[in-house]
């Protein structure tokens, strides 16, 4: 974790503190300590053991792995969620900063707070209510955008939903609640950027394009690591959308879609909790190398 | 407090608004002027993130018939928006109250445990030491970068090994771990609160735990508001947990109760009976589940950008 550590400018405390005597830290944290294993650590080792036991308890070596990957929906559902990751990795990087330099082109400031703020406000549908709008916008017969979706030659909900359109259309839901969010950060992140660098751009002769691609881009990308980091982990447990996707269709469209899915129906359907958490597992390292990697490699994190 | 977030944060959290005006305004108008690319860019989307919300509260005025053949931006009536409320307010007698009863159950009560549990432990991490105080900031970086639906599945079978499956606080509880709240609270205390304001505490015989209530905690308005909203938020739209962890449909969140809901409209399930909700009901129950969140964004739109970023600065 020693590059987590390079990054101490601006942040004197490390140098001044002063060990308190006695043990009370220990007594502010004791609570949080409770929650985060019995939250955090004990599900991960659970998960852990039924991953590799049997229904009876016994070591089962990777055979709830085995069992998982030779299910006819596994591969699917990884190729599922793996194009709906292109698909939404590739819309937030480009339209998150593209907006984000566009907003912060603006002359007047208060059109771009009140803009970034309407940009925001789907952010208050996540989850379920957002899948219920677009259920409603994705309809032909009921949605203010039935002319695009007919002028695209779709007439019913089932011909918008078409296997070959749910990675675009969960991307779609995800952008639409998430994007305002990235788009606030982003332009903190562009407020950072010292004004000389772009004043000695401009009278270089730098254009808005030029500025941009040399200068802004640049000095965002840890921003956009950390952005497509985030969506990258958050993409992989794809399941309310599907779900209810599923729900609306009566099962044709949606089912079994993301590897979440997989491992629900294994548990509930199924009654198999042990190839349940070997899915489980998978995903979880899969977040835990991501947050781990990131936090260790990528300096934006100060802890001391 | 006079203190606010964004003084508390502002070397790590560039909020909006600090850039320098200057004569380049003109400037840039006049260039703006010239090229209306960016403006026509910016206003599509606008429509794009504005408009489904708008449609939304709109169609909760109509009836069906109305939503299939009118106008789509139009209002539908009182009467008909009467006429919905009682509908969904009838529907299973009461659950829509039942199930909004719930979320503010659950949200209310993570968010008392939460700052209970964040405020002191951010304290700690950021003014005490202790022996695994690194391990365990690092281990709160880690969990707090992780997808919170990474752990429901194995959630679920840790709670049904206890027999807790059913109980609220198979919901609460999980909810009340909030790493990034700890985050939070390091980052504040870390950034805002002088040292040698607790080490004269300490000097005027204050006890540790003194120092904490009597110095720190007063200081912490900020960070229990900001902690608050994000927690709040993030709990009231968890879909995930209680879908998996909840038996029952009275004890469901709103969430889950509008999946509920889903499957009863004869448009999505066609085999649904005498039971059926007409689709401006659902879109009237979903503009109730994301009104408190609605609200707390408006009022709180300043936290929500200090937030956001400080939840990943540290320069």
Redesign the interface.
């Known amino acids: 974790m020693s590059a987590a550590t390079t990054n101490q400018a601006g942040a004197p405390r490390s140098t001044r503190r002063a060990p308190w005597p006695g043990r009370a830290g220990h007594g502010f944290v004791a609570a949080y300590l409770l929650l985060l294993i019995a939250f955090g650590v004990v599900p991960t080792v659970y998960a852990v053991y039924f991953a590799f036991t049997d229904g009876d308890g016994g070591f089962s070596g990777l055979s709830n792995f085995a069992t998982a990957a030779r299910d006819f929906r596994y591969l699917p559902a990884i190729g599922h969620v793996a194009l709906y990751l292109v698909f939404w990795l590739a819309a937030l990087v480009i339209f998150v900063v593209g907006l984000s330099l566009l907003l912060h082109r603006l002359s007047a400031r208060g059109v771009s707070r009140a803009l970034r703020f309407l940009y925001y406000i789907p952010g208050a549908l996540a989850g379920a209510a957002s899948v219920m709008v677009w259920l409603f916008l994705l309809d032909p017969t009921v949605s203010p955008a039935s002319f695009l979706l007919r002028a695209l030659g779709y007439d019913t909900f089932g011909q918008v939903i078409a296997p070959g359109h749910l990675p675009i259309l969960f991307t779609l839901i995800a952008f639409w609640t998430g994007a305002g969010g990235w788009i606030v950060v982003m332009y903190g992140a562009l407020n950072n950027i010292p004004h000389d660098l772009i004043e000695a751009a401009r009278i270089d002769g730098a254009g808005a394009w030029q500025t941009a691609r040399r200068i802004q881009i640049p000095l965002l990308r840890k921003w956009i690591v950390y952005m497509v980091i985030l969506a990258f982990a958050g993409g992989t447990q794809l399941f309310v959308e599907p779900q209810l996707l599923s729900q609306a269709s009566v099962g044709v469209a949606g089912r079994d879609y993301s590897l979440n899915q997989l491992s629900y129906d294994f548990a509930f359907q199924n009654n198999d909790v042990n190839t349940a958490a070997a899915i489980s597992v998978e995903l979880l390292v899969v977040g835990l190398v991501v947050a781990a990697l990131f936090v260790a490699r990528s300096g934006f994190f100060d802890a001391d | 407090m006079p203190t606010d977030t964004r003084t508390a944060l502002s070397?790590a959290?560039?909020?909006?608004?600090?850039?320098?005006?200057g004569g380049e305004?003109?400037r840039?108008?006049g260039?703006?002027a010239r090229n209306p690319l960016?403006a026509l860019?910016?206003a599509l989307?606008?429509v794009?993130?504005?408009?489904?919300?708008l449609?939304?509260v709109l169609?909760a005025t109509k009836t069906d018939d109305q939503?299939?053949h009118g106008n789509?931006?139009s209002f539908g009536s009182w009467h008909a928006l009467r006429a919905n409320w009682d509908a969904l307010t009838a529907y299973q007698g009461d659950a829509i109250f039942l199930w909004l009863r719930n979320s503010a159950l659950y949200s209310f009560a993570a968010l008392v445990i939460t700052l209970?549990?964040?405020v002191?432990?951010g304290?700690?991490?950021?003014m005490?030491?202790?022996?695994g105080?690194?391990t365990?900031?690092?281990?709160?970086?880690?969990?707090?970068?992780?997808?919170n639906?990474?752990?429901?599945?194995?959630?679920?079978?840790?709670i049904n090994?206890v027999h807790l499956i059913g109980s609220m606080w198979s919901i609460i509880?999980?909810y009340?771990?909030y790493?990034f709240g700890?985050y939070l609270a390091y980052i504040y205390f870390?950034t805002a609160l002088p040292?040698d304001l607790m080490?004269a505490a300490?000097l005027d015989g204050c006890?540790?735990?003194g120092a904490?209530r009597r110095v720190a905690l007063p200081l912490a308005a900020p960070i229990v508001a900001l902690v608050g909203f994000f927690s709040f938020?993030a709990n009231w739209?968890?879909?995930?947990l209680p879908?998996?962890l909840l038996p029952e449909s009275n004890q469901f969140p709103v969430?889950?109760g509008?999946?509920t809901l889903?499957?009863d409209?004869p448009?999505?399930?066609?085999?649904v009976g005498n039971l059926a909700v007409q689709?401006p009901e659902?879109?009237l129950a979903?503009l109730l589940?994301?009104t408190p969140?609605?609200v707390v964004?408006l009022f709180s739109?300043r936290f929500?950008?200090a937030g956001?970023?400080a939840g990943?600065?540290?320069?």
């Open positions: 070397h959290a560039p909020v909006a608004g600090t850039r320098p005006p305004r003109t840039r108008r260039h703006l960016p860019v910016l989307f606008v794009f993130f504005v408009l489904p919300v449609w939304l169609a939503l299939v789509p931006l209970a549990v964040a002191p432990a304290y700690a991490l950021a005490t030491e202790f022996r105080r690194r365990l900031l690092i281990a709160t970086l880690v969990v707090m970068l992780m997808p639906a990474t752990l429901v599945v194995p959630l679920f079978l840790e090994a509880l999980p009340s771990f790493p700890v870390s040292r080490d300490r006890s540790e735990f904490f938020v739209t968890n879909y995930f879908y998996v969430q889950v509008l999946g889903l499957d409209v448009q999505f399930n066609p085999t689709r659902l879109a979903t589940a994301i969140v609605l964004f739109q929500l950008v956001m970023l990943a600065t540290k320069e």
